[in-house]
């Protein structure tokens, strides 16, 4: 016999709030114990190939002042253009880059931190080429989702102007909001929440 379903109700949705740091990095939260390391601090080694980059950066929120509790993931492909996933089959991707990194936001600056390499070129759906690119993911306070965008570099003009996903941004003044800043071997990304500035978010 089936089962009525009416009396189970969505349950209200929450931000993030303090608990996400303590259950995502909680070596940063000072509690010792449950990770040697917390889980995405490293991405690299010394044997890790291409070029190493720092990325760096704040969460900004409409007021212009930097978010002290958001915490950050990104997503990226290796050197040669590969993800370090089981769904990769174009080939194997570097077994010294993990492709994924988890960096809470400084308590003090508010700044993000990753050292990491500069990503190859992954194919779009239709075999097109992407430019290089990282992908984000930031949860903080006041997001009950998290928001997902992509990073950009400012040394790749031509194959920024070829990529199909930058060209399916409408509003081209919005553009360089995906464009990250270099700066000898930094990147800085800055991501705004909202104003003039605000970053452009993927529904994802």
Same mark, same amino acid.
């Given at each position: 016999?089936v ?18 740091h303590? =259950?995502?990095?909680p ?22 190939? =291409? ?11 409409g ?11 990104i ?10 996933? $089981? ?7 570097? $077994? ?13 600056t ?21 430019a ?31 990529d199909p ?37 993927f529904?994802?």
């Amino acid at each position: 016999m089936v089962q009525p379903l009416g009396y189970l109700k969505e349950s209200a949705s929450q931000t993030a709030g303090p608990y996400v740091h303590i =259950g995502l990095t909680p070596n940063f939260a000072e509690i010792t114990g449950v990770y040697p390391v917390d889980l995405g601090t490293a991405m690299v080694n010394d044997r890790t190939q =291409g070029e190493r980059i720092t990325v760096t950066g704040q969460v900004i929120d409409g007021s212009g002042t930097p978010l002290r509790d958001a915490l950050i993931e990104i997503w990226q492909a290796d050197a040669a253009g590969l993800y370090n996933s $089981p769904s990769e089959m174009r080939g194997s991707a570097d $077994p010294n880059f993990t492709g994924w990194g988890r960096c809470p936001c400084d308590l003090a600056t508010g700044e993000y931190r990753f050292e990491t390499i500069k990503p190859g070129r992954v194919p779009f759906k239709d075999g097109r080429l992407m430019a290089p690119h990282i992908s984000f993911w930031i949860v903080a306070r006041g997001i009950n989702l998290g928001l997902n965008t992509r990073m950009y570099f400012s040394d790749e003009a031509a194959a920024n102007a070829e990529d199909p996903v930058l060209a399916r941004v409408e509003h081209r003044v919005r553009v360089p909001t995906l464009i990250a800043i270099r700066d000898g071997s930094t990147y800085r990304f800055d991501i705004h929440l909202q104003g003039d500035r605000e970053t452009v978010f993927f529904d994802i």
